[in-house]
Each structure stands twice: as structure tokens, then as C-alpha cells.
């Protein structure tokens, strides 16, 4: 019976036998499968790693018994807050807890049984590791891709750290949901947006999904339209509004600077100051998000100067309102109410005019595209011909140019917590920012460091890591005290993965240009733009660096769905419906467990988990494994058993054998692994049924069940690899080739039946042998002749004489 001996038995062999070890001699054959590496939470390694992992090992399993020299390796995420937080919790410190989480889902990764290339391992916490993730900012830093800069960032109050950009959703801290607020704070940052319009174009070139491809495009936000200058009225200032429709130029009867904007100040006339500076204030309590929505009522200030528009002279005021970021375009904006419904707004309330010039509809403000009017020479124009006549015009005074503007901001890397990789900077008194020479790292972070939440860097507080001396000048200097988003480090550990020992470099470049780009990686949708947004920057630096010869670090992208618990909900302990795999697998074996997950859900969707579902399972397993042993029973009893033909039976058992061959594989290659086990069901089904016959061909029984071992090996590898040795063939199934199908035996021989109604012969017709009995009446019902004499009688009884005929009694 299968059971965990089973899995244990087989996992020590593979261990032993080395059997997954990648095969560096032979590159050109290698498949770099990867997941997403785990953070190692005390919670254990949960459903949902498992759903990401297992049926990724199978599929990899196929692959690899068709060829492939699969390379999967696995490692831990393993800086970041909540150890830090659990820390401060329990006064364990983040790197115990974490070595020991490490410890603990190590011991139950290896109880999946996956192929797994641990000796590959990347640990991130580990100095060995952080020691090239401050190698690379250093690179980064080297190319002017790394700087400092003192801006507005995001803070979580709660976490008591900046956030990057992408960590920040609807207005809150992407990981405890806590309302972010603006600090200014010097920070550093990678210079993404370098990138944009290449991370832009190359998401063309990869089969990823269409919604994260989608994602990652609004996200980097590529807007194309046309810088104007505007000139201050009796002063020598100008500044550029960034407009996308520079079509309705004409319209414009007022302009809006964002309050942060530096020229405002500038502007600003006496009278207006003191109102101007209490507004200044009352923006800083905004969110960016809250400034953005289209609802909120406008609000703004009067500054008392005038601009004047460039294309017909016109002066209009120039106003203060927080509905104009000031991280977005020029910080100023041209307003035209009569065709955009923030300004639209600003207008009614603020008693300014309101001037047509697009043509269409009735209502204001009217957003769509049409005809200019009220534009002097460029009246009648389309809106997509007006933008380029226009632009024209205004490069031609000098007054302005076509621009494109990116949503994208720059990647915050700095943290103020203690538990990431150190910043291998000093600041010296005489040389300013040093950064730490390569021979000097890694930067070791201290163990002995107080952690308690301040709001300031804990790294601080620890006078022996802070103070050193300039590694330029020799004078006393200070330590960088914050820590790199974790981010960083899982921007660039695939790469590591395939030279992980190497202690002269991050990586031997000869080797990670031979095996990567990465050929399929699988992991949670969520990471659409973080993640996998940095890991193909990082790529693209280090290629233009020299490094690599890739342009992209990932080909083919898959997101697994969310188990749910049986209740529908996210699985949760405090609502108490969370599924334990160490609990499954000790009942039912780590291949129950892995079939139930391929099996139940849709693997892009996932869904809600069913005991009776994994029950089952374990009875189809069970199935199988007395279907083989009667299987086997049989070919052993040779002695009456002489039957060498292949009549009826064997060929219907032999279509169903080559159609799962050939359905399993192509299925499977489509991360459809539901359909892959429905086919080996329907296979079984029919193996069951040949068992019975007395008269059987066992050469082709033999045949057909080897076949089928092989079949189910990726998606039950413990369990197959016994049944194979239970066969008496020699170890291991997963040297042995995937079967190969047989285009023949997928045509179905036919036959020709007659189909009576009441008695009488009313159509001949040939249908394919192996049909179920409701599929022959079906097809008898629907013939034209059988149709009419059937007439508007209602039909009593079918009955079907197999191969020959149809009587079908109506009255
Ligand atoms: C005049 C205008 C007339 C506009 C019109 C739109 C419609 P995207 O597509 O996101 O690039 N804008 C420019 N900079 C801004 C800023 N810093 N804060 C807030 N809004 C800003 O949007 C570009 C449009 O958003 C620009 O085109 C500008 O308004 C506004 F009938 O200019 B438009
Ligand atoms: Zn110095």
C-alpha cells in the first residue's frame, strides 16, 4: 500500500543516487525551471507554496523524461520585516528564527519530492549572498544607476520604513495595509527609469501573461504628448506644462502649478502669499492618491501673476492646486475646462471661464476626440492631426516640443529597518559619500544590534558598526545605517543560483550566459510589478554593464491561483481554515497530496480546497495500485495465455492508452494538469474494464502498463517509482523515456450499422468502433431518415446490438 514509507524510501534514494544533480556537460539540453524562492516564515511552509511548487516539479518531470537536463533549484528570501517584527515580538533575534524556519521547511520541501538542485542553494541572509547584493549596487552606483537623493517618500508609520513606489497600493503599505504618509527624507535610489521605454518593448517578447504583461505597461505608463512653454507676465521666468492634448491649446483660460512646485514661491504675489503658504501646508496631508481621484472636490489658490499662452498670446492666471502632482510631467499643467473634467471642475467652482475648441456633443466638459474650432489656422483639423500641426508650430517659435513622460519612478532601495543587507557606503567628512571598495565586502551587519522601532535606522544605535574610517582618506567616517530593500535581493538571485559556491565573484559570467535566460518561472501574480519588474531591470543594467548576453531574465512566466480554505475564504488561522500539507501527507503521501492539488483545481485559478476531493484521490491511487498488481498477476501467469492478435479489446484499450499518451503531453505542457489526471482516470476506466476478460493479450498488457507507470511518474514520482520497481525494472523511472504515442492506433476503425425504427431499416451508416452505447443512440437520433419516420411519435426504447444495429422503437 502507498503510504509516506514510500515517499521516504524513494526520496532517500534519489538523494543518495544524486539522480537530479544538473548535468553540466551537457548544456545545450538544459531547462532552467524556477519558482519562486519562500520566505521563511515560522508559519511553516502552507498549501500554497506546495500548489506553487509541486505541480511545477511535474511538469518539470515530464520535460525531463523527455529529454531535458533540468536544472530547479530553491533557496529563501530570507531578510526582510517579518523576522524583524517576530524580533520584536519575542526578543528572538531575526537571525535565529530564521536559520531555524530555514531548518524546519527545508526538512518539508524535501518531503514533496521534488527535483529540487539543492546544492545550489541561496540563502539571501547569508553574508556569501548579501555580499554580492552590495557587489551590485556597487555596480550600479559605479554607472550612475545608484544615487541619493532627497525627495518626498513614502512612509509606512507602522512598519516605520520608506517604501518604493510599487510598494505602496491604493495608498497603503503593501505589506500591513497601513495608510502610507509623505516624509522628505535623503534615500537612495536605482535608476529604473533609465529602462522604461526597453522594459516597455521587451514585455513583447515574452510569453508571459497578457494581465501582468498589461500590468507591468500601465505601470511603466508611457504617455505621448507635448511640452509648452508658457511665459510669466512682466518677468523674465518661464516654465512647460506637459499636456497629451495640445489640440485644445486655445482652450486654455487658466494655468495650475502643483504646490510643491519651486516656481510658486517665485511667483507669488505678496498679497496671496500668506493663503498660498497655508495651502502649501494643508497639501501635505494629502495623499498622491487622494490628490489623483477624479471625485474629490478640487481645491486651489489664486498665485496674482499671469502666464501667457504661446500660441495666441492670450494671458491667463496661473493658480496653486494639488490636483497637479508634482512627481508627474513638469509640476504644471495647462488647464482647458472645456475638455477635461478636473479642470472642468476647478473652473465651475473657482468662477473661471469655460472655452469650446473641439468640436462634438452637446455636454461640457467633452473629453472625446473632434474637430478644433475656435483655433484660428487650425481650425477643422482632428484632434490626432491638430496634436502633430500644433507641436509643429510651437518647436518652430521655440516654445515648445514633442515629449514622452513615463509613470515610472525610480526604484527607493534604502530601508530603515536592521534586517536587510547593509549599504556598502560611508559618508566622510572630507569626502563626502565613499563607497566601500569590492575588497572590503561584504559589509558584514552586526548581530548585537537593539531593534526596537524608532522610526530611525536601528543599525544607528550601534556605534561599533557605525564608526569607521574613509576607506578614501583614512579620516573617521560613518557607516550607511540603512538596509537595501529586499527586493534587491531577489532581483538577481537566479543568477546566483547557477555559480552559487563561486567566492571570487557573484557569478562566473561564461556560466550564466550558457544557462540562462530562465525558461520557466512560476509564482504569485502579485509581483507583477515589484518583483518582476526589478528583476528585469537589474538584467538589462548588468547586460549593458558587460555581464550577461540576455536581454531578459525570465521567457515564460506562470502564475499559480490561491488555495482557498474549504469555506471559500483566504486561508487563514485566525479564521481557522487553514489546510497543513505536513498534516496530508502523513494521512494520504506527499503524492496524494500532489495529485489532489493538480487534480482539483485549475492551476491559473486555484480555488477552494475539499476533503472529500483529496479522499478520493487516495482512492484512485489506490485504484491504480490494484489495477497494476492484478496487472501484473496476469503477466506472470503466462502458462494459459497464448493470445498474440490484437481483436476489439486490445484495440480499444490501446486508443484510450495512446490518446492519454498523447493528451497528457500536451496537456501538461500547458500547466493544464486537471485534464492530464482526468485522462489517466478515463485510462484506468478502461484498464479496468480488460482486466475481466479472460482471454488476454499480455505482451500488449505488459506494454500497456509500462506505458501507463511511465505516464503517471511526473505526477506521482514516489509512488510510480515503486510501482516500476514492483514491475522488477531497473531503477530509476525517470532515466526512461516518456512514451511515445502512436498516430495509428488514434484512428478508429469503423463499422457499419443499421439503424430500425419499429422494425423497419431507415438509414445505414458507419460509425467509429469503441463508441458508448449513449453515444451510438445519440447518433442515430440525430440521422435525417430516422428523424422524419420517428415523426412526432415519442420515442419508447433503443436498443443497440453492438456492431451491428440500431432498433429504435417509437410510438
Ligand atoms: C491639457 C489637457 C486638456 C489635458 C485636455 C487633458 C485633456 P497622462 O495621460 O497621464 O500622461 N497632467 C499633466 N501633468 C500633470 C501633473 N503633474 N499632475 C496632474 N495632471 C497632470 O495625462 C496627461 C494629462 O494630465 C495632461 O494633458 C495634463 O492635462 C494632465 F482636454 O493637458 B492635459
Ligand atoms: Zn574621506
Known amino acids: 500500500m502507498y503510504s509516506t514509507k514510500i515517499d521516504e524510501k524513494w526520496q532517500k534514494k534519489w538523494e543518495e543516487t544524486h539522480i537530479y544533480k544538473f548535468n553540466e556537460d551537457d548544456i545545450k539540453n538544459k531547462l532552467y525551471v524556477m519558482e519562486m524562492f519562500s520566505y521563511p516564515s515560522g508559519s511553516r511552509l502552507h498549501a500554497g507554496h506546495w500548489f506553487n511548487y509541486a505541480p511545477v516539479d511535474s511538469w518539470a518531470r515530464l520535460k525531463r523524461m523527455q529529454g531535458y537536463n533540468v ?160 511665459k510669466v507676465v512682466d518677468s523674465d521666468i518661464e516654465f512647460s506644462v506637459f499636456t497629451t492634448r495640445v489640440d485644445t491649446l486655445f482652450g486654455v483660460t487658466y494655468v495650475v502649478l502643483s504646490p510643491e512646485n519651486k516656481l510658486v514661491d517665485k511667483i507669488a504675489k505678496e498679497q496671496y502669499r500668506e493663503q498660498i503658504e497655508n495651502y502649501k501646508e494643508q497639501a501635505k496631508k494629502q495623499t498622491e492618491i487622494e490628490r489623483q481621484s477624479i471625485t474629490r472636490e478640487k481645491t486651489g489658490v489664486f498665485s496674482g501673476s499671469y502666464a501667457i499662452n504661446p500660441i495666441n498670446g492670450r494671458k491667463v492666471p496661473i493658480w496653486i492646486g494639488d490636483y497637479v502632482l508634482n512627481t508627474y510631467g513638469t509640476g504644471a499643467v495647462m488647464a482647458v475646462p472645456a475638455h477635461d473634467e478636473r479642470d472642468f471642475d476647478f473652473a465651475t467652482k473657482y468662477k473661471l471661464p469655460i472655452e469650446r475648441v473641439i468640436d462634438g456633443g452637446d455636454t461640457l466638459p467633452y473629453i472625446e476626440h473632434g474637430k478644433m474650432i475656435n483655433s484660428g489656422e487650425f481650425n477643422g483639423l482632428s484632434t490626432k492631426d491638430g496634436k502633430k500641426a500644433v507641436t509643429k508650430k510651437l518647436e518652430e517659435m521655440g516654445l515648445g516640443s514633442g515629449k514622452v513622460n513615463y509613470r515610472l519612478r525610480d526604484w527607493l532601495v534604502s530601508r530603515q529597518r536592521y534586517w536587510g543587507t547593509p549599504i556598502p557606503v560611508v559618508y566622510c567628512e572630507k569626502c563626502g559619500v565613499v563607497p566601500v571598495p569590492e575588497e572590503q565586502l561584504p559589509v558584514e551587519l552586526p548581530y548585537d544590534v537593539e531593534f526596537s522601532p524608532d522610526g530611525k535606522s536601528p543599525l544607528l544605535k550601534s556605534e561599533k558598526f557605525m564608526n569607521t574610517t574613509c576607506p578614501h582618506c583614512g579620516s573617521p567616517a560613518k557607516r550607511e545605517a540603512d538596509t537595501l530593500d529586499t527586493f534587491v535581493c531577489s532581483s538577481w538571485y537566479y543568477l546566483r ?237 525517470f532515466n526512461e523515456k516518456w512514451p511515445e504515442f502512436d498516430e495509428k492506433a488514434l484512428v478508429k476503425d469503423e463499422i457499419e450499422i443499421a439503424i430500425q425504427v419499429n422494425g423497419k431499416i431507415k438509414s445505414k451508416i458507419n460509425i467509429q468502433t469503441g463508441l458508448s452505447e449513449d453515444e451510438i443512440k445519440e447518433i442515430s437520433l440525430s440521422q435525417e431518415n430516422v428523424k422524419s419516420a420517428i415523426g412526432n411519435k415519442s420515442v419508447k426504447k433503443i436498443i443497440v446490438v453492438r456492431g451491428r444495429l440500431v432498433n429504435i422503437v417509437a410510438k
Open 71 to 230: 536544472f530547479q533549484p530553491m533557496g529563501f528570501d530570507s531578510f526582510g520585516l517579518p523576522a524583524e517584527n517576530y524580533a520584536i515580538k519575542t526578543g528572538i533575534h531575526p537571525s535565529d528564527s530564521t536559520e531555524k524556519n530555514i531548518a524546519t521547511m527545508e526538512k518539508q520541501l524535501k518531503s514533496m519530492g521534488a527535483m529540487f538542485n539543492w546544492e545550489n542553494e541561496v540563502i539571501t541572509c547569508h553574508p556569501d549572498y548579501y555580499k554580492w547584493n552590495q557587489w551590485l549596487f556597487l555596480q550600479l552606483y559605479k554607472h550612475g544607476l545608484a544615487y541619493r537623493k532627497n525627495a518626498p517618500v513614502n512612509w509606512c508609520p507602522s512598519c516605520n520604513t520608506v517604501l518604493a513606489n510599487e510598494q505602496v497600493q491604493e495608498g497603503c503599505c503593501e505589506r500591513c495595509g497601513t495608510e502610507v504618509t509623505k516624509k522628505d527624507l535623503t534615500q537612495w535610489f536605482f535608476k529604473i527609469t533609465d529602462y522604461a521605454e526597453e522594459l516597455l518593448q521587451d514585455l513583447d517578447k515574452l510569453d508571459w501573461p497578457e494581465t501582468t504583461k498589461a500590468m507591468q505597461r500601465h505601470w511603466i505608463g508611457k504617455s505621448t504628448g507635448t511640452n509648452v512653454t508658457f
Open 497 to 733: 543560483y547557477v555559480d552559487n559556491k563561486n567566492s571570487e565573484k557573484p557569478f562566473d559570467e561564461d556560466k550564466i550566459n550558457k544557462m540562462l535566460p530562465v525558461d520557466m518561472y512560476v509564482g504569485g501574480r502579485e509581483h507583477a510589478c515589484m518583483h518582476l519588474l526589478y528583476a528585469r531591470f537589474i538584467t538589462k543594467a548588468l547586460r549593458d554593464m558587460g555581464y550577461l548576453n540576455f536581454d531578459e531574465p525570465f521567457l515564460s512566466l506562470k502564475h499559480q491561483g490561491v488555495i482557498l480554505g474549504p469555506d471559500g475564504q483566504k486561508m487563514s488561522k485566525s479564521k481557522g481554515n487553514t489546510i497543513s500539507p505536513d498534516d496530508c501527507i502523513k494521512e494520504y503521501g506527499a503524492d496524494v497530496f500532489r495529485m489532489y492539488l493538480m487534480f482539483g483545481f485549475d492551476y491559473t485559478e486555484g480555488g477552494a480546497w475539499s476533503d472529500d476531493g483529496i479522499k478520493s484521490m487516495s482512492k484512485f491511487v489506490d485504484r491504480i495500485e490494484r489495477y497494476i498488481s492484478q496487472s501484473k498477476e496476469a503477466i506472470e501467469d503466462t502458462k494459459n495465455n497464448t493470445k498474440t492478435s490484437m481483436d476489439t479489446p486490445e484495440k480499444d484499450l490501446n486508443y484510450v492508452r495512446n490518446f492519454t499518451i498523447k493528451s497528457v503531453l500536451t496537456d501538461t505542457n500547458k500547466f493544464q494538469f486537471n485534464t492530464s489526471i482526468a485522462r489517466m482516470m478515463e485510462f484506468t476506466n478502461e484498464l479496468s474494464k480488460y482486466l475481466k476478460i479472460k482471454n488476454k493479450n499480455i505482451k500488449f498488457l505488459e506494454d500497456t502498463i509500462i506505458d501507463f507507470v511511465k505516464i503517471l511518474a511526473p505526477f506521482a514520482p514516489h509512488f510510480a517509482e515503486e510501482q516500476w520497481e514492483l514491475l522488477g525494472k531497473k531503477y530509476s523511472i
